[in-house]
């Protein structure tokens, strides 16, 4: 079976409310076997959420509605899904009684708006809500489909469906497992990886196979159906390991873990170390290390030595090899690794110096240019790399190919 799913709010047309409620019913519909295959935010418009329930209802067996059940004029889910099904909304008097006692509860008195959240659609079975004064509605459309209404503060839609729908869709829905395999893949552009890649996921449409891309990052998705988890399981199993094949140690995670967390693991495994020294990225490849928890146990520290006179006075950079290389090259940021390591006792120094823009820029060292320092027990180098794009593009960049750097090396 498939879902969709409609959020109802005009907040959440704006840049400061985020539907989160469908990531959770994504993940629990997910759980019994349903597909989620499409997601809509309609403001609080009557006409408009007529026609997307409408429109919902004639692609898919269940369709879920969030919010807009509350007592106020723009709470219009109920009165647009009743016209969507050409139903009358019904009086209950028990759920206005129940509204009321729970504002004697709380030692208020119900507003009289209070008792639209008492009126039904013919048809459905109330929702017991626990958390708030909005019950939730199912309804069994016909032809096997149902319409579920939800309240929309995060916590009354949990409890509601966690109470009254999961029991009523685990007695409709048919037996169905869905499984994932998320790889993680660094170094590739996304063109390069689907060239290769694209042949052999194609000849398959279970699994599907998702691309997800991000600077310097990408998710490869796949999604298997079948009866049992274990059948599930055997249509990965024919599929992922003709993909790893392929992209071989550009694949970084084969459960969905970031970049820093598996540099991480890496170096707890060799219970080693990391110092970084950072210009142009002013901090952030500091910040993505210790934003994993437990990052205390490998990660020393660093310094962020935007200026030429900080990379003299932290790291003792020569001024005169400043002068002759600039602090955009080669043997600078490999001496910033080597210094960062010396000066901290870190196993590992890690160093980022480039021109992130938009100005700074010349003919030989283009806004984009990044150098990169490793210092290892091994010994020490620096490698350079061009990037496209704004400032924090190019700064998200020059990190995520920092730790992708240390993780191959780490990986030998």
Request: glycine share 8%; proline share 5%; with cysteine.
């Amino acid at each position: 079976m498939n879902a969709e799913i409609i959020a109802v709010g005009s907040e959440l047309l704006t840049p400061q409310r985020l539907d989160t409620n469908s990531l959770y019913l994504t993940e629990r519909l997910n759980a019994l076997g349903v597909e989620v295959v499409a997601k809509a935010v309609i403001g609080d418009d009557r006409a408009r959420l007529k026609d997307a329930v409408k429109a919902a209802l004639e692609r898919s067996e269940i369709v879920l509605l969030t919010g807009g059940l509350g007592p106020t004029e723009d709470d219009v889910t109920r009165e647009a899904v009743a016209e969507a099904l050409g139903r009358p909304l019904v009086w209950r008097q028990e759920l206005a009684d129940a509204i009321e006692a729970r504002f004697r509860r709380m030692n208020r008195k119900m507003a009289e708006i209070n008792k639209r959240q008492a009126y039904v659609i013919e048809g459905a079975e109330a929702l017991s809500n626990d958390q708030g004064t909005a019950p939730g509605q199912w309804i069994e459309v016909g032809s096997g489909r149902y319409l579920l209404l939800l309240p929309g503060p995060p916590v009354e839609l949990k409890s509601v469906f966690e109470r009254e729908c999961l029991r009523r869709l685990e007695r409709v829905v048919p037996p169905l497992a869905i499984r994932t395999r998320v790889f993680r893949v660094a170094g590739m552009p996304e063109s390069d990886l689907d060239q290769l890649i694209a042949p052999v996921y194609k000849r398959y449409t279970n699994p599907a196979t998702t691309i997800l891309a991000s600077p310097g990052d990408i998710q490869i998705h796949l999604r298997a159906r079948a009866r049992s988890a274990e059948q599930a399981e055997a249509l990965l199993e024919e599929l992922a390991p003709q993909i790893e094949a392929l992209l071989g140690d550009n694949i970084y995670s084969r459960n969905g873990e970031p970049l820093e967390a598996v540099v991480g693991s890496l170096l707890l495994r060799r219970g080693a170390t990391l110092a970084v020294a950072e210009s142009c990225t002013g901090g952030m490849l500091a910040e993505r290390v210790t934003s994993v928890a437990g990052s205390s146990r490998y990660f020393v520290g660093g310094v962020l030595v935007y200026s030429n006179e900080m990379k003299e006075k932290l790291l003792g950079i020569p001024s005169e090899v400043l002068a002759r290389h600039t602090a955009v090259s080669q043997p600078v940021a490999e001496m910033m690794a080597t210094r960062v390591r010396q000066r901290t006792g870190a196993a590992y120094g890690l160093a980022v110096t480039g021109l992130a823009g938009p100005e700074g820029g010349d003919a030989e060292r283009p806004v984009g240019t990044v150098y990169i320092g490793l210092a290892a027990p091994e010994g020490s180098s620096a490698r350079p790399f061009r990037f496209l794009g704004d400032r924090e593009r190019i700064r998200r960049l020059a990190v995520q190919s920092a730790l992708d750097l240390l993780r191959r090396h780490l990986a030998r």
